[in-house]
């Protein structure tokens, strides 16, 4: 058994690891009486989506070969284990971007399909699902099946955003997005409120990517005082790919070192940066995928490891439940680092079991402080539960099984479409007896 954590590092989780070289090597079904097992791509899933304490746990880090590139349109296929990281750098001197990306580029094909990610361009792009073309599914039965629209369309569906438990994906097919260069003009902008947010979203047509960083300490009237982003691709400035991060956090830090004093320094100093206002011309790296610059960054949060609560809202109830939410995080003082607001848009998701909705969506991480922290998010998911809205799977490490079958009602399709030999801690947590 091998300890497996995931990136919030709450639990270390005993796992029978296989870590399969080639395809062919990948078995989900063990025969009558085997564990059940699960697959995890680089762990950047917050929670328990990409665990299974006590199963098999098939680790994709050496499925990442490239199977076909057609670089007129735009048209890669490769194993399920590639990272965004690792197909940027091949396609973007060719002049092709990945149509939606995550905060982070190190990430799976297979985890970004199984968790639908969302972006900051969801308005214009949708989920990555929607971008997929096929997917090469290996199930307990021995059988490797093609899904797409058109291939045994409603198991892609619910593969797209199945939270690995429909089988292994071997291969995604993506449709990628032409660009001209690599340099993304970008706009910062101050708000002092959530009216400004909600005002500058609309008002933001012409800029593909849009995202906010909030203050979350701010409280009263200006409550979601923060920073508007927004940015869209250049059209000049070459197409040169990123470099690797060059700091890393090499140990664990002291618990107290992300307390509520220094989250308010830090939010303090971050907003009265006045050199971040305004325009300028910046690589794509630094503005999709800024953590990555530190490598580990997770460990600041200490052994005790932290949480993030990522909802959304229908529109109609978005700017009083983000208020709610927000001055819930102000009054347990539980502050945030990183606390991130945006609108979805009405693209629909291809998955079943998608998590996106029209509507706004606001994601905060918070240290493990124990019991504290337990009743602030069951707080928070309480309320976006009773505003009609739903949890994120691949963020979330407490939520109940009530709140789950609230938010995603088509659970019991995916359930149905699961393969036998699969599961995962979330699963098992959320569906419980219901299942
Ligand atoms: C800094 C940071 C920023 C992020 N920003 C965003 C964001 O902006 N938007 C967003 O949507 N998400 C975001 N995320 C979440 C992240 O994109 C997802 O959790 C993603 O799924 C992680 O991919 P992974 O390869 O690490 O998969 P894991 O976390 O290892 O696994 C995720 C799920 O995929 C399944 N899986 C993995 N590989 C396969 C396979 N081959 N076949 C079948 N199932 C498979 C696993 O079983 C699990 O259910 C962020 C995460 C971090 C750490």
């Not at 993304?184 to 400004?196: V, Y």
């Not at 909802?311 to 539980?334: Q, W």
């Not at 709140?403 to 419980?432: C, H, I, Y």
Request: hydrophobic residues 45%.
């Amino acid at each position: 058994m091998q300890a497996v954590s995931s990136w919030g590092r709450l639990r270390q989780v005993p796992h029978e690891v296989d870590r399969p070289a080639f395809l062919d090597q990948v078995h989900v079904g063990a025969g009558a009486g085997a564990a059940k097992a699960l697959c995890y791509g680089m762990g950047r899933s917050y929670g328990d989506v990409c665990l299974n304490e006590n199963g098999r746990l098939i680790v994709t880090d050496q499925l990442d070969r490239f199977l076909a590139f057609d670089r007129e349109r735009g048209i890669v296929r490769a194993e399920a284990g590639l990272t965004l990281d690792h197909l940027l750098r091949v396609v973007v001197p060719h002049g092709w971007f990945v149509p939606v990306t995550p905060g982070t580029k190190f990430v799976t094909l297979g985890g970004v399909v199984a968790n639908d990610v969302h972006g900051k361009n969801h308005e214009v792009a949708g989920t990555f699902g929607s971008h997929v073309r096929a997917i090469g599914l290996a199930r307990s039965s021995g059988d490797v099946i093609t899904l797409s629209n058109s291939e045994n369309s409603e198991l892609f569906a619910a593969t797209i955003g199945g939270l690995g438990l429909t089988g292994a994906m071997l291969w995604v097919e993506l449709e990628l997005m032409p660009i001209k260069s690599a340099m993304i003009e970008t706009e910062t902008l101050a708000i002092g409120n959530l009216q400004d947010f909600f005002r500058l979203a609309g008002e933001s047509g012409d800029w593909p990517y849009t995202v906010a960083w909030v203050d979350c300490l701010a409280k009263g009237d200006a409550t979601g005082r923060g920073l508007f982003i927004r940015g869209r691709h250049a059209g000049s400035g070459g197409l040169k790919v990123h470099r690797a991060p060059r700091v890393g956090v090499p140990l664990d830090a002291p618990g107290v070192l992300l307390n509520a004093h220094t989250i308010a320094a830090f939010n303090a100093l971050y907003r009265r940066r006045p050199w971040v206002l305004g325009r300028k011309t910046v690589h794509y790296d630094p503005f999709f995928f800024p953590l990555d610059a530190i490598a580990r960054w997770n460990r600041l949060y200490g052994r005790r490891g932290f949480f993030q609560h990522q909802s959304v809202v229908p529109m109609a109830s978005a700017a009083d439940t983000m208020r709610k939410l927000l001055e819930l995080t102000a009054t347990f003082g539980e502050g945030s680092f990183l606390v991130v607001l945006k609108l979805f848009g009405d693209k629909p998701s291809p998955g079943l079991l998608s998590f996106p909705m029209p509507g706004a969506t606001l994601a905060l991480d918070f240290p493990n402080k124990g019991e504290s922290t337990h009743r602030l998010l069951a707080a928070m998911a309480e309320t976006v539960i009773a505003a009609g809205g739903r949890l994120y799977p691949a963020k979330d490490a407490t939520m109940s099984g009530e709140a789950f079958r609230a938010g995603f009602p088509n659970w019991r399709k995916l359930e149905a479409q699961r393969d036998p030999a699969m599961m995962s801690d979330f699963w098992r947590r959320v569906t419980g007896e219901a299942a």
